[in-house]
């Protein structure tokens, strides 16, 4: 413990740098993994203070970290705790780890159903943090290609574009559909530990940990003995790895079927050797628990019905739910996925994707618009308006790769227009008057850039609320979705670097959490510029460099005292050290800031750059 505390002490001022000094160990996890090695020490990872400090970044940068559990606790609590009390705190609880009770809270489902999430304690979630960053390379390097659920750098746009390329490219168009009964409420523990250790991870101590953990009482309703907690950092990991095999079982039935005697030149000599065998030409894709089984052959849809059935009962002690599950030829009905109805329409001589929103997903979309615009006629204020307009924008996003996306958000817009008329009549430009002339409505307001950028060239009457523009409900067209490209990966080089040059370090979480949490005090100007300047800045911090979290700050680069506005091109967004760095006079506060984020002298005269402009003077490097 000595010597744990000394080197605690030592590294008591980790930088932001150093975070990523990790990063070198996720590599070596993940390429050790890939070629099957056996790990029995990964505890003494997860322990070590650059792990946990990375884990407390990740949490602060995680809008979760504000949700308080059954103590009562959110991370603010910790943020004055000196590092080394804090990192030999959760050093001391993984030693002898019993986890705090989980609070229980139920959040409404589209269905007027509710879902049941468990909401660890904070401390509990920072460690579960450190557990999952160090389990993650190991698992991704075991996991099937073409799950795309709560995993990195994958979404549904990749599982939406896969099932496409099966019905419209490769002609196959049997669609084996299984809903598996409460999935999450239903997964065995012994099972699940078996399959960690399956995968290579025999650290007696982590396995230990993650099962005192999966037994964590649940207030309310005591301790479980079985099933996941949907709302824990490690549940979709751990749910990934109990679904893991059941995508490598139906997988290796054709797609990466090895076991032949001979060695093929291409995929298509091999699966045109395959196809004179007795196996199943079938495919999997996946996101989370819902998946779908891809066949040629209506046969080999029907026997791997059953299989995948019996399979799921004798391997995973999972029941189906048979009225959701059954088998669909896209040529003559539909199919749903993920919030999508899909379809092979005949075109001329070949059959072509056909899609659109379920039923459901169109009347959940038309509930979240018309609740918001209820708040809207409540309280006009700037927030409030945002939220509308980023809702109407969000579910636009997320359906815009559906075919007939624009029909349907057509028909949401007309069953929502007398809502829109009657609620915001009020907040609508007043007519003005004029002698002898029609009165003339006045239609001056605020368009923001997503908005220029992505309506308004969409015909039709613009509706203003308050003096801003609301997006229009009928505004979107149809996106190609495009496949993932499998070289992207977070732990190798190569991987990175197609990320970095595509994305930058922009966070989904952090891009949503900006999305859903407007500024209350700033104008709608500022809000949409904050969010364009985020994605132009590729989630990173200009000066220093490094990638940005929810404590970033939105800098007027003129004040807004000597009439600075809030344009796109007087904002810059700078982390939270580099903003104190350009507003500090205090010499002491300065110093503290620089040792954090040690800028260079390229970076320095940016700085001074910006401290010039609000009156401060220059610092020096004098690294």
């Known amino acids: 413990m000595q010597v744990m505390e000394e080197r605690t002490l030592k590294k008591n001022a980790l930088r932001y740098n150093e975070y ?76 002898y780890y ?23 304690c904070i401390e509990d979630r920072i460690i579960q943090q450190c557990i999952k960053q160090v389990m993650e390379p190991v698992c991704e390097a075991k996991f099937h290609p073409y799950s795309f659920g709560f995993r990195p750098n994958r979404g549904t746009e990749h599982a939406i574009a896969y099932l496409y390329k099966q ?37 007696k101590k982590l396995l230990s940990i993650l099962k005192t953990m999966l037994k964590a009482e649940i207030e309310g309703i005591g301790i479980p003995t079985k099933g996941v907690p949907q709302g824990g950092i490690l549940s979709p990991l751990l749910s990934n790895i109990v679904l893991n095999e059941l995508d490598w079982w139906i997988s290796n039935q054709w797609q990466t079927f090895e076991k032949t005697k001979h060695e093929y030149s291409t995929l298509g000599s091999k699966h045109r050797a395959l196809k004179n065998t007795n196996l199943k030409e079938i495919y999997i894709v996946r996101y989370a628990d819902d998946f779908k089984i891809i066949c040629r052959k209506s046969k080999d849809a029907e026997k791997i019905f059953h299989a995948t059935q019996q399979w799921l009962k004798e391997r995973l002690g999972l029941e189906i739910n048979p009225e959701k599950s059954k088998i669909t030829n896209v040529k003559e009905n539909y199919t749903e996925f993920l919030g999508y109805k899909i379809k092979a329409h005949k075109k001329k001589k070949k059959y072509v994707v056909k899609s659109k929103l379920t039923k459901k997903a169109r009347k959940n979309v038309q509930k979240k618009i018309k609740a918001q615009v209820k708040v809207v006629q409540k309280h006009p204020t700037v927030k409030e308006i945002y939220k509308l307009n980023r809702i109407i924008a969000g579910e636009h996003n997320y359906y815009a790769y559906a075919t007939l996306v624009n029909i349907d958000f057509g028909k949401i817009n007309y069953n929502l227009s007398k809502c829109l008329e009657t609620r915001l009549k009020d907040l609508a430009p007043k007519k003005k008057k004029q002698k002898g002339k029609r009165n003339k409505t006045e239609k001056k307001g605020y368009k923001t850039r997503e908005y220029l950028k992505k309506y308004d060239e969409y015909k039709g009457r613009p509706r203003i609320i308050s003096g801003i523009y609301m997006y229009p409900i009928y505004g979107v067209t149809t996106k190609t979705p ?11 080089p190569e991987g990175r670097k197609i990320i970095h040059n595509e994305l930058g370090c922009i966070n989904k979480d952090i891009l949503n959490y900006l999305l859903a949490n407007p500024s209350e005090r700033q104008s709608i100007e500022f809000n949409d510029n904050r969010l364009s300047k985020y994605v132009a800045q590729k989630g990173m911090c200009p000066i220093s460099g490094l990638p940005l979290d929810i404590n970033m700050q939105v800098h007027h680069i003129k004040p807004k005292q000597e009439d600075g506005t809030d344009e796109y091109n007087n904002l810059i967004i700078l982390s939270y050290e580099v903003h104190k760095l350009v507003h500090a006079t205090k010499q002491e506060t300065i110093e503290k800031y620089l040792n954090m984020v040690k800028l260079d002298d390229k970076a320095i005269k940016k700085l001074n750059k910006l401290r010039k402009s609000v009156g401060n003077t220059v610092v020096l490097n004098d690294d």
């Open 20 to 95: 990523y000094n990790m990063q070198d160990i996720f590599d070596d996890l993940y390429r050790k993994s890939k070629e099957g090695k056996i790990f029995k020490d990964l505890y003494s990872i997860i322990v070590s203070e650059e792990n946990i400090q990375l884990a407390y970044r990740n949490i602060k940068r995680n809008r979760g970290s504000h949700t308080a559990g059954t103590n009562h606790r959110t991370l603010e609590y910790w943020e004055d705790v000196p590092m080394e009390k804090f990192i030999i705190y959760i050093q001391s609880r993984l030693q």
């Open 98 to 120: 019993i986890p705090q009770k989980v609070r229980r809270v139920e959040i409404p489902k589209p269905d007027g159903r509710k879902r049941p999430l468990g909401i660890p």
């Open 167 to 203: 019905i419209q490219i490769d002609k196959r168009f049997h669609i084996v559909d299984i809903d598996i009964k409460g999935f999450f409420d239903n997964v065995n523990h012994s099972k699940l530990i078996k399959q960690i250790w399956t995968m290579g991870i025999h650290d």
């Open 482 to 492: 495009l496949l993932l490209k499998q070289e992207i990966c977070n732990y190798t």
